[in-house]
């Protein structure tokens, strides 16, 4: 469990760096994780004076889950919306559709979970 703040959220991505430090999905995990983690705080009770989130890390070899909870608090599922290129937000989602194999959410009003799955290449593969 993480706290709702916004140093969390680099704590969290320093995390998965240390835990991910020679796994080929790190660079994109590290930034899924301050994708997500933003998100939960921007636009749910986790950014709260009390709020909390939580981030799972599932790994093998060549793939990453990245799981981040939610407190909830918004009556509508996360979702991906177009961000008008003047916008300075707005983005996380579709850094993270960008970047993640399968995305998945789930909850209600009281949390979401958003899955992001990432799969690295496979190795010893000859490309033209």
Request: hydrophobic share 30%; proline share 5%.
């Amino acid at each position: 469990m993480c706290p709702g703040s916004r140093e969390e959220v680099t704590r969290a991505r320093r995390w998965t760096r240390d835990i991910l430090s020679n796994h080929p999905c790190a660079d994109d995990a590290e930034l899924i994780v301050s994708e997500l983690g933003s998100n939960a705080l921007t636009h749910t009770a986790s950014g709260t004076a009390y709020g909390t989130f939580q981030l799972t890390l599932s790994l093998s070899p060549r793939t990453v889950a990245i799981s981040v909870t939610d407190e909830g608090g918004h009556p509508e599922e996360p979702g991906h919306t177009e961000a008008d290129p003047r916008d300075t937000h707005g983005r996380g989602l579709t850094i993270v559709m960008a970047l993640a194999r399968l995305l998945d959410i789930t909850g209600s009003q009281h949390g979401h979970t958003v899955t992001a799955q990432l799969v690295a290449p496979e190795t010893g593969a000859t490309t033209y």
